[in-house]
Nanobody
């Protein structure tokens, strides 16, 4: 599967952004989808995942209550709605896919998009 993330940009603290990740290739509903982020000088970290048909999901503690992951299997797209953004949310955001069970480690995901940059100004 090939993944293409988009929707990043510059936003003021308290603002919102919606990231999208379009998939092509194998059947999208085959994959568990995740969002990760990597800030400068830091390791890539888990943000959220969503199950194959969207009936379950999980979030990193740092984004719970502010971010929402969703997917539209008819459009082969997964989304990350980010509200109440904080400067510490500044990072490159990556979407990723895996075919097995749900997971939160970057090393568990087999397919990655190119990343979209999010900058939150204070």
């Amino acid at each position: 599967v090939q993944l293409q993330a988009s929707g990043g940009g510059l936003v003021q603290a308290g603002g919102s952004l919606r990231l999208s990740c379009a998939a092509s290739g194998r059947t999208f509903s085959t994959y568990i989808m995740g969002w990760f982020r990597q800030a400068p000088g830091k390791e890539r970290q888990f943000v959220a995942y969503i199950s194959r048909i969207g009936e379950s999901w999980n979030y990193a503690e740092s984004v719970k209550g502010r971010f929402t992951i969703s997917r539209d299997n008819a459009k082969n797209t997964v989304y990350l709605q980010m509200n109440s953004l904080k400067p510490e949310d500044t990072a490159v955001y990556y979407c990723a896919a895996r075919e097995s069970t749900i997971a939160t480690m970057p090393t568990d995901y087999n397919y990655w998009g190119q990343g979209t940059e999010v900058t939150v100004s204070s």
